[in-house]
Every structure is written in C-alpha cells, then in structure tokens.
C-alpha cells in the first residue's frame, strides 16, 4: 500500500505491506535504529517515537494507518554540538546506564513536556511509567526532565 510519511523532516513515499509496523518500517526499511524493540507488545516503551506531536509506541501502529503523519525518532531531535534540551539533561544527570531504553525514555519525555500537564516528580513518574528502564534510573531520568520543565521539584 502506497503511504507518505514526514520522518524526521524528510517525506518518505513508500509501498508498504498492510501488516508491517511503523518500528519495523523505521529499523529495517529506513535504517533509523534508535527506536529499540524491546517487547514488542507496548508494554516497555523501548520504541516510543513522537507521531504528529504525540508520543506512541511505535511496535503498536500499523504503518499503513499513519499515511499523512508527521514522524519524529531520537535520530530526528538533536544532532552531535546541537543537543535538543532533553538529550543535554539526560547526559547532565546521568539518566542512563545500559543505554537500550534512552531514545524511548528521551522521545517519551519531549512528548510529556510538549503535553503540559507535568508538574511535580510524581506527575512526571506517573506519565513516564510507560517506559521501563531495567537499570534503574528512573530517578535521574525524572531529574533530567525536571530540569527541561524548568521545575524545582527535585527531591
């Protein structure tokens, strides 16, 4: 099936296969691996991506349903000298060890930020629980996040 696609800024026009998800078309077809599969089934958050401003898992959307949208990947938010904000905390606060979950936590929390209804830690924890991280930093993800609100709720 014929589907356009704006990645990262870039149209796309590509024919694509009915069952084939938006996680596979980016890793595979398009080679933008920083979208990780993780579960595959929406439950880690390792593939969140930002669809039309909206943060989804992408291993859950058909990429055939997404005909017209406006993609975003980790590749798309920041470039090596020019980080996009969110990037500069995590690295500021140590919010990742092993790495694997990063590009899903970090496109996960630009789409928290853009929603505005995260206010204190615990709003941030709530609306980040989506997104597991098996190393545990959780607390410094939510510092780094903390910081691009410009809140001082750091406990």
């Not at 991506?49 to 959307?61: E, F, Q, T």
């Not at 092993?98 to 930020?113: D, K």
């Amino acid at each position: 099936m014929p589907v356009t696609l704006t990645i990262n800024g870039q149209e796309h026009r590509l024919a694509v296969e009915p069952w084939v998800t938006l996680l596979d078309l980016l890793r595979e077809r398009l080679h933008l691996t920083g979208s990780k599969k993780g579960c595959d089934h929406g439950q880690c958050g390792a593939c969140t991506v930002l669809i039309d401003g909206r943060r989804m898992n992408s291993c859950l959307k058909l990429a055939v349903t997404l005909d017209g949208s406006e993609i975003t990947t980790i590749e798309g938010l920041g470039q090596p000298g020019n980080l996009h904000p969110l990037q500069a905390a995590f690295l500021e606060h140590d919010a990742f060890q092993c790495g694997y979950c990063t590009p899903g936590q970090i496109c996960s929390g630009v789409g928290l930020i853009a929603e505005g209804h995260a206010r204190t830690r615990d709003d941030v924890r709530e609306q980040m629980s989506g997104n597991l991280c098996r190393c545990g930093a959780y607390t410094n993800i939510a510092d780094a996040i903390l910081e691009v609100l410009g809140t001082e709720d750091r406990e």
